[in-house]
T-cell receptor, first 110, second 115 residues
């Protein structure tokens, strides 16, 4: 079993839809949670960072962490074609080494 | 955030040769990391390169194959030695700022093809 599980998709939704991306993990020591967006042939871009449990909102993006269920989510509201990319969840414990999910390929259709 | 550049952006190399990838950061950071992203896959940590100490390698990665240098707080190199087609990947460096929230920022990557 992988430490971090993420549905690779692909996920295709119409423009304006709410997108929900999720990851589950098994290591209870994880306390730092991140979401990265990666466009084709580019490096990962940090979207959201959350420490421990709770919600964090930044514009159209909301990150949720539920440590009791070992489950994290990223919501994208009013999705745009420019949001089409691969989204990677990543997490770390005190060792500060990131463990990544497989990435979800998202396409927003105009 | 941090501005990170990598050189080269891409290269095509022959089997048995070596390639050194450079990573430059716009500010001083203690912790730098090197990752590999194989085609269609997620990122896997190769090693952690802290200035002033030897690089720490993850399971499955060895110094003879991936020697790393960290001469100062803004620069690091990763060498891929004695390359084979299985080394064809994107190699990325990342940094964590010394202070503030725990966040890692990535460079644009080096796309390596070994023939």
């Amino acid at each position: 079993q992988k430490e971090v599980e993420q549905d690779p998709g692909p996920l295709s939704v119409p423009e304006g839809a709410i997108v929900s991306l999720n990851c589950t993990y098994s290591n209870s020591a994880f306390q730092y949670f991140m979401w990265y967006r990666q466009y084709s042939r580019k490096g990962p871009e940090l979207l959201m960072y959350t420490y421990s449990s709770g919600n964090k909102e930044d514009g159209r993006f909301t990150a949720q962490v539920d440590k009791s269920s070992k489950y994290i989510s990223l919501f994208i509201r009013d999705s745009q074609p420019s949001d089409s990319a691969t989204y990677l969840c990543a997490m770390s414990g005190r060792a500060q080494k990131l463990v990544f999910g497989q990435g979800t390929r998202l396409t927003i259709n105009p | 955030s941090a501005v990170i550049s990598q050189k080269p952006s891409r290269d095509i190399c022959q089997r048995g040769t070596s390639l050194t990838i450079q990573c430059q950061v716009d500010s001083q950071v203690t912790m730098m990391f090197w990752y590999r992203q194989q085609p269609g896959q997620s990122l896997t940590l190769i090693a952690t390169a802290n200035q002033g100490s030897e690089a720490t390698y993850e399971s499955g990665f060895v110094i003879d194959k991936f020697p790393i240098s960290r001469p100062n707080l803004t620069f690091s190199t990763l060498t891929v030695s004695n390359m084979s087609p299985e080394d064809s990947s994107i190699y990325l460096c990342s940094v964590k700022r010394d202070r503030g929230p725990y966040e890692q920022y990535f460079g644009p990557g080096t796309r390596l093809t070994v023939t």
